[in-house]
């Protein structure tokens, strides 16, 4: 899980890096060469009825550009028709640069971003138990700073409710961004959008759970002689 949570974050960063500095010109440019380009040409229906026979067929086309930037060489993999239209082997063009990462070829984005391939699509599938897992920590956390000083603390089976709220409400906030990027509006740091909804749910959750036995406690002062373990 652990390994999954870094891998999250990392590509979170890159997509949001590359979506700042592309947005703000800060992308460091660099004269480079063509030295190959490939085609990929890929046909299909694109669906239509259950037996996937009354779609339109669709020819779709991608390309993987190598590049000398400098004494390196660079490969994009992945670029679509109409980034790649025009170029050609042995053009001097100017790439949009990354952290060393190609972003633009000629003023055209090539940068893949998220897409349905590699890691993404497993980091896309496991999101739900990753978000689920970031809300438990969040509440674990919250629980053990406010059960300090020997005042009341919750049991795992109390911090339940507060947990499936927040995941809910995450669930919900994952839905909402893909009606959004159906419609065009898509964010690049949006793993930070669900988690961040459903931890703070749960802890406005946790808060009322606390209250509560706090103030059972204060009622019943002998019941809680000894704090229960978070």
């Not at 800060?26 to 990929?40: N, R, V």
């Not at 004494?71 to 239209?85: L, Y």
Request: proline share 4%.
């Amino acid at each position: 899980m652990a390994a999954l949570i870094l891998l999250l974050a990392m590509r979170t960063y890159e997509e949001t890096g590359v979506a700042h500095a592309r947005s703000n010109g800060t992308l460091h440019t660099a004269e480079a060469t063509i030295t190959k380009l490939t085609s990929h040409t890929t046909s299909g229906r694109d669906g239509g009825g259950q037996d996937g026979g009354s779609g339109d067929w669709t020819v779709t086309t991608k390309y993987t550009v190598e590049l000398r930037v400098g004494d390196e060489t660079k490969t994009v993999d992945g670029v679509p028709n109409d980034s790649a239209n025009d170029l050609q082997e042995g053009q001097l063009v100017e790439a949009g640069l990354w952290h060393g990462r190609v972003v633009e070829i000629a003023g055209r984005d090539v940068w893949p971003g998220w897409h349905p391939g590699g890691w993404d699509i497993t980091l896309v599938v496991l999101y739900p138990l990753i978000m689920g897992y970031l809300i438990a920590l969040a509440m674990t956390a919250a629980a053990y700073l406010a059960g300090l000083g020997g005042r009341v603390r919750l049991e795992r089976q109390h911090r339940l409710g507060p947990w499936g709220f927040g995941f809910v409400v995450g669930v919900a906030a994952v839905f909402v961004l893909i009606v959004c990027a159906a419609f065009g509006n898509s964010i690049a740091y949006w793993p930070v959008v669900p988690v961040g909804a459903g931890t703070a749910a749960a802890l406005v959750g946790l808060r009322g759970a606390l209250r509560r036995a706090r103030a059972t406690h204060v009622a019943d002062p002998s019941s809680g002689s000894a704090p229960a373990q978070v």
